[in-house]
């Protein structure tokens, strides 16, 4: 009896052991890639939620418009995984605030589908790696990832914000 007790215990127990063990690898890597993946779907939810004609909109003279946050968004995507990754920054035909919204919603989806590509030549050996970052300062890959998720993040919030104060719901309200 006491042996079929272990032989219920290890078995309820190992699966999880081992699923513990390969997801510590590239637990850094791994993580960013989750917060990309995040952030691409409702950076890019709210980007489509917004009509056309209020990609002008601005909350209050000091703030960027909804596009010009939209292109800053794909610009800062494009920049930061050049930095932390070794493939080359795509060139692209850049997008102004002024441009139409499907133009600035694919500028955002092909900045953040660089990214993914970037992250996914990326591991968790090479995340203490010395690179030259914003403004020519010195940082690590692992700042670099870090600042860009956090960057989404932050634009997300304000986002959300215009979109509420459109009348509209938020991709993560819905």
């Known amino acids: 009896m006491k042996s079929l007790i272990w032989v219920a215990v290890i078995c309820l127990v190992a699966p999880n052991a081992a699923r513990a063990q390969g997801s510590t690898a590239n637990a850094v890597t791994a993580t960013g890639q989750r917060i990309l993946a995040r952030y691409a779907k409702i950076l890019v939810a709210a980007a489509e939620e917004m009509p056309p004609d209020k990609y002008g909109y601005r909350p209050t003279p000091q703030e960027m418009t909804f596009g010009k946050s939209i292109e800053h968004v794909a610009e800062v995507n494009n920049f930061s995984c050049s930095k932390f990754s070794d493939i080359p920054m795509p060139e692209r035909p850049k997008v102004?605030?002024?441009?139409?919204?499907?133009?600035?919603?694919?500028?955002?989806?092909?900045?953040?589908?660089?990214?993914?590509?970037?992250?996914?030549?990326?591991?968790?050996?090479?995340?203490?790696?010395?690179?030259?970052?914003?403004?020519?300062?010195?940082?690590?890959?692992?700042?670099?990832?870090?600042?860009?998720?956090?960057?989404?993040?932050?634009?997300?919030?304000?986002?959300?914000?215009?979109?509420?104060?459109?009348?509209?719901?938020?991709?993560?309200?819905?």
């Open 96 to 174: 102004g605030e002024n441009d139409p919204k499907d133009k600035l919603v694919s500028a955002l989806k092909a900045s953040f589908d660089y990214c993914t590509q970037a992250l996914a030549k990326l591991d968790d050996s090479k995340m203490g790696d010395a690179i030259t970052f914003f403004g020519g300062r010195p940082a690590t890959r692992a700042a670099a990832v870090f600042e860009l998720t956090d960057d989404l993040s932050d634009h997300y919030g304000a986002l959300a914000v215009y979109l509420r104060l459109n009348g509209l719901l938020p991709p993560t309200a819905q």
